[in-house]
């Protein structure tokens, strides 16, 4: 058992973030959790950002089915109303994921096979299958209640100077 009380991962930067902007910010204040620091810099983004008329962390949840017919909740990562045209009263809403680019792709086999290898590529496409029958039920859920739904990498924070280059 893990000594870590918090359910914070110590690999990851992780906490709860302060809002600049309160009024914006759709949820419990004291309750904004991050779990990255792409997540922390896509917070920031959103509380500063004047284009951004409402926001959220881990809303709405989605229900999703796993490969046997299971259900589960899918936290997805953030839910934002944005300005079009300058215009307050036209806005796109708009649900987000954020993953590494190397997770949007299936895993490589790995070159060499031993017995850790193995079980990380297994565990490697494990994973992928759960992300994509979240993503899809996203895009079910973003269609229904015509929402965006959107994956951002690190490559996208990078473009948009989210995070430094």
Request: aromatic letters at 14%.
């Amino acid at each position: 058992m893990s000594s870590n009380k918090s359910g914070w991962n110590k690999k990851y930067k992780q906490g709860l973030y302060n809002c600049t902007y309160p009024d914006k910010y759709m949820g419990n204040l004291t309750d904004i959790k991050f779990r990255s620091s792409w997540e922390y810099a896509f917070c920031k983004y959103l509380d500063l950002n004047e284009k951004i008329l409402k926001w959220a962390c881990e809303q709405p949840i989605i229900m999703y089915k796993d490969t046997r017919g299971k259900s589960h909740r899918y936290y997805i990562d953030f839910y934002y109303e944005i300005m079009v045209n300058d215009d307050p009263h036209n806005f796109e809403k708009v649900i987000v994921e954020i993953k590494p680019q190397t997770e949007l792709f299936p895993p490589e086999s790995p070159k060499k096979e031993t017995n850790k290898s193995l079980e990380c590529y297994e565990y490697s496409i494990r994973t992928h299958i759960k992300n994509k029958l979240k993503w899809e039920a996203a895009e079910e859920y973003a269609k229904k209640r015509k929402m965006k739904f959107v994956i951002i990498t690190e490559k996208t924070l990078k473009k948009h100077g989210i995070l430094p280059r």
